[in-house]
């Protein structure tokens, strides 16, 4: 059975606390907004679609509690609970595209005077439910396409060598995973021959979280620490790159753990192909390029210790953004559920 990162009934969530792993397995109980606000910007959950899970059930779970007859007040507290929420962490963007289309279903059930408040609040809590489904539904879809878009570019029966960067697996989604996913799929059609993953510093979701699930799973992978990216290619014949995404602007840049910017210059050099792999609710196609795409700082103690350890000087400054921008003539495919589209056609092709 793969992790669970969320566990989730009407009434009742909890999150497995990922600042634990991979010592400890703790899952912490989230009772409403405030709670999904601060599991998401402590960074107890994360991974762009987990947080955009995790912040909306947690107004699902809000809402349950609330007795409330008036549509109108509901509307309008909801609209504020999934502002605040959005606020918890700024440079994915799957939590605003989640909460601008709840603010529309909450638009349209007050509007509508065959609905009452109790069906508003069904009718709310049940689409946020039905994001935990879909979810796992996309992932498996990306997992499907993404292994035959690497497929589809060797010769013969060959075996992969896959690089990944970061968390995008069961911890980081509801289920399976995105990148991860892809990983998956490859390794369930039997032609993955091996799977490296960084450490990802500072905050470690490499170390940590990804080759926590791979040895899970079973996958036969290799820990590296991020400056061994070039050594790697140079030396173990890597088939593709797959990353994952926080937000992907129209023209196909994308913003992803930092480093992976770093990854895609090194697989240009090689000739490495280079595929970001991420659900429809990580492309942003208002924003026209990765330019103004708002990067996240996290504190320097990220940097300077490990656990309760230090490992830096102190009296050091640090400068530590949490995401970097991959320009898109750097990304062979950008990997949905609903295919593989080039950043060039990304905006014209994908259904909107
Ligand atoms: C499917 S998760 C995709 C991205 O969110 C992932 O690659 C990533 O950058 C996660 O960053 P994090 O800071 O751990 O939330």
Request: glycine letters at 6%; a neutral charge; charged letters at 25%.
């Amino acid at each position: 059975m793969s992790l669970e990162s969320i566990r989730y009934e009407r009434g009742r969530l909890e999150i497995l606390d990922q600042l634990l792993l991979p010592l400890q397995t703790r899952y912490v109980k989230v009772q409403g907004v405030e709670d999904g606000w601060k599991v998401i910007n402590k960074m107890q959950v994360r991974g762009a679609p987990a947080i955009a899970i995790v912040g909306c059930l947690s107004l699902a779970i809000e809402l349950l509690k609330e007795d409330c007859s008036d549509k109108k007040v509901m509307r309008q507290e909801i609209e504020g609970k999934l502002n605040y929420l959005v606020s918890a962490r700024p440079t994915a963007v799957n939590i605003k595209l989640a909460a601008d289309d709840l603010i529309n279903l909450a638009n349209s059930l007050s509007a509508d005077e065959n609905v009452t408040a109790n069906d508003f609040k069904e009718r709310f809590i049940k689409s946020i439910e039905n994001m935990l489904i879909k979810d796992i539904e996309d992932n498996k879809a990306i997992g499907k396409f993404g292994c035959e878009a690497i497929l589809s570019r060797l010769e013969g029966d060959s075996h992969v060598r896959v690089l990944t960067h970061c968390n995008t697996g069961s911890l980081a989604t509801a289920g399976y995973g995105t990148a991860l996913g892809v990983i998956r799929s490859l390794h369930a059609a039997k032609r993955l021959e091996h799977v490296y993953c960084t450490e990802t510093r500072p905050y470690n979701q490499g170390a940590r979280l990804t080759a926590y699930e791979l040895v899970h799973e079973k996958i036969p992978s290799t820990l590296i620490v991020d400056s061994m990216v070039s050594a790697l290619m140079h030396a173990r014949n890597i088939t593709a790159v797959v990353v994952g995404a926080d937000r992907v602007a129209a023209n196909g840049d994308t913003a992803n753990k930092i480093g992976t910017y770093q990854i895609a210059i090194v697989a240009k050099h090689h000739n490495v192909p280079f595929y970001v792999a991420a659900p429809l609710t990580s492309i942003d196609m208002a924003l026209k390029s990765g330019e103004r795409v708002k990067i996240e700082e996290r504190p320097d103690r990220e940097m300077t210790h490990i656990g309760e350890h230090r490992i830096a000087a102190p009296g050091i400054n640090c400068w530590n953004p949490s995401f970097d921008v991959t320009p898109a003539s750097l990304i062979t495919g950008i990997i949905t559920e609903k295919g593989v589209f080039t950043p060039d056609k990304l905006y014209e092709e994908v259904p909107k």
